[in-house]
């Protein structure tokens, strides 16, 4: 099994632009979620998902969009990037016992 | 308001020299308490689930205990491959998000030989 995977492991956006972060599973979890995280800080949740087709925000969701059209998928997009969205963003899913297995994460830079 | 504490935020120990690392947490019911390490660069690793107070589980030179308001990740003997940030993470019973974690801020650890 990969895990979680993600992609790209690195992005330098100029303001304004677009862009969708990818994310995929091969554990057939349900549950899968969207954090960032900020130096100093813990991991916000932007995002969730509890299966295809079922969204909902988390603390931090101004500025992104989720879709899940299957369950090994789920890809964050950031519609016109501001420099406060620079920072490392994880990808994660739920296994049986709770327990959350996060991908490498993607570490975004807007200027 | 933070529901999870952890402390110290860094913590500089010498090869050998055990210690521990402090979670606190304000939720009403706890469903499960999880710890990860976190390497730079890198997604956080899950180390120990705890789901009920008085429960401890172990791993290498890593254990973990909880109790109704507090874990602990006690280090034994720890080596330089033992540096890394330490997160400690709560799920409430109850809540808006099904499965939601709350994550503290975490306690960088160095070791140093």
């Known amino acids: 099994n990969a895990g979680v995977t993600q992609t790209p492991k690195f992005r330098i956006l100029k303001i304004g632009q677009s862009m969708t972060l990818q994310c995929a599973q091969d554990?057939?979890?349900?549950?899968m979620y969207w954090y960032r995280q900020d130096p100093g800080m813990g991991l916000k949740l932007i995002y969730y998902?509890?299966?295809?087709?079922?969204?909902d925000k988390g603390e931090v969701p101004n500025g992104y969009n989720v879709s899940r059209s299957t369950t090994e998928d789920f890809p964050l997009r950031l519609e016109l990037a501001a420099p406060s969205q620079t920072s490392v963003y994880f990808c994660a899913s739920t296994g049986q016992g709770g327990e959350q297995y996060f991908g490498p994460g993607t570490r975004l830079t807007v200027t | 308001e933070d529901q999870v504490t952890q402390s110290p935020e860094a913590l500089r120990l010498q090869e050998g020299e055990s210690s521990s690392l402090n979670c606190s947490y304000t939720v009403s019911g706890l469903r499960g308490l999880f710890w990860y390490r976190q390497d730079p660069g890198k997604g956080p690793e899950f180390l120990f689930t705890l789901y009920s107070a008085g429960e401890e589980k172990e791993k290498e030179r890593l254990k973990a205990t909880l109790t109704k308001k507090e874990s602990f990740l006690h280090i034994t003997a720890p080596k330089p491959e033992d540096s890394a940030t330490y997160l400690c993470?709560?799920?409430?019973?109850?809540?808006?998000?099904?499965?939601?974690?709350?994550f503290g801020r975490g306690t960088q650890l160095t070791v140093w030989p």
């Open positions: 998902s509890v299966g295809a087709g079922i969204t």
């Open positions: 554990m057939n979890h349900n549950y």
């Open positions: 993470a709560v799920c409430p019973i109850g809540g808006s998000t099904l499965g939601r974690l709350y």
